[in-house]
């Protein structure tokens, strides 16, 4: 079938569509009002959870910051609190960059390309996030034991005997599975940016 | 209100050309409504953009191709959902069985060509010239042009298999 009858096909199908008239005005001003909640429009819900009880978290060291009372304590403690602050801003920074795109301005190639940039701004960010989450796994379990039991874990626990290598075995698997799991879409987002750029 | 009533005629003149747009881009009739909505919801928010500095059915495939993109691959995200009337549900059965099979057909291959492509093909259907189909995509003519005969090279390989 050519494509010359395939639009033929297609217009004959179009006005009996366009007889269709379903549409109600009650509808429309309803769609227009937003008054229908719908996937499209839902904000990143885990996301958003997940940055309240990191920064619930970030705050909880820093009031008792205090309590850390050796160098690596401290250090620790400094670095967990920033990791759980930036790290889930940066995430949803780039979530929001996603959904911010102005649809009224721009045509079909501009908006495609902005999506695509967006979109492995965004694998990116997730990469490192996991990657970054395994410095936090290890450096914030001394500042955790200090806060809660009062115990440094470092001196008086043989804790690390079993959890540095249960941490880096676990650290080779995840990272090869974040590698599969954001490959297949980082590569749709380059071919999508490569298909714009054939002249 | 002499705005929203405009609205309300321009958006019921037009139902069909968002149904369309909704069919290419949507897997299943869940998402196809929701981007119903979204399409009616955008083109209400840039209404005022719109006002006579564009031939409205340029304006109106531009924002309902830009909404279609900008909500790929949201599919997998649950979100609260309150159901949207019934009546485009039925819209959608009712027009499910004007198709006949050959349209199906090619409504599941023009659902498999890649994003760009998908976007050209539904311009060319709908009857637009090059001219148009370059302005509203913001690809030349002659790459537009390019790009259908390849489109084509693939709808043929893709309905021979």
């Known amino acids: 079938m050519e494509l010359e009858e395939l639009r033929n096909e297609w217009q004959e199908m179009s006005k009996e569509i366009e007889n269709q008239k379903i549409l109600t005005d009650k509808l429309i001003i309803d769609m227009t009002q937003n008054k229908f909640n719908n996937k499209l429009k839902s904000i990143s819900i885990p996301e958003t959870i997940g940055t309240f009880v990191c920064f619930a978290i970030a705050i909880l060291i820093l009031i008792n910051f205090s309590k850390l009372d050796t160098w690596y304590l401290q250090v620790s403690g400094l670095f967990s609190a920033l990791f759980y602050i930036i790290l889930p801003i940066l995430s949803l920074k780039t979530i929001y960059g996603m959904k911010r795109i102005d649809i009224s301005q721009g045509n079909y190639k501009d908006s495609l390309e902005i999506f695509a940039k967006n979109k492995m701004q ?28 009062g115990t440094d874990i470092l001196l008086e626990s043989a804790v690390w005997l079993w959890y540095l290598p249960f941490v880096f075995a676990f650290l080779y698997f995840f990272s090869k599975w974040v590698f599969k799991k954001y490959k297949g879409a980082s590569n749709s987002a380059e071919e999508l940016l490569k298909e714009l750029d054939l002249t | 209100m002499q705005k ?20 290419v881009y949507t897997f299943n009739e ?61 819209k959608i059965d009712q027009i499910d069985t004007l198709m006949d099979d050959r349209i199906k057909l090619l409504y599941n291959h023009i659902k ?41 090279q693939k709808l043929k390989s893709q309905i021979k298999k």
């Open chain 1, 122 to 149: 965004f694998i990116k960010v997730q990469k490192w996030s996991y990657y970054l989450s395994f410095v936090l796994v290890i450096i914030c379990l001394p500042v955790a034991s200090k806060l809660i039991k």
């Open chain 2, 4 to 23: 929203q009533q405009e609205f309300i005629n321009l958006i019921k003149e037009n139902e069909g050309v968002i149904f369309k747009v909704t069919l």
């Open chain 2, 30 to 90: 869940e998402d196809q409504k929701d981007l119903y909505q979204e399409i009616v919801y955008q083109l209400w928010k840039s209404y005022d953009s719109f006002r006579g500095d564009a031939k409205i059915s340029t304006w109106m495939y531009r924002i309902a191709l830009n909404t279609a993109i900008t909500n790929l691959k949201k599919e997998k995200r649950k979100g609260v959902r309150v159901p949207i009337d019934y009546s485009l549900v039925s």
């Open chain 2, 112 to 152: 498999r060509l890649n994003t760009v492509e998908k976007g050209i093909v539904l311009l060319y259907l709908e009857g637009k010239s090059y001219d148009e189909i370059a302005t509203i995509s913001g690809f030349s003519e002659t790459n537009v042009g390019t790009r259908l005969n390849r489109i084509k």
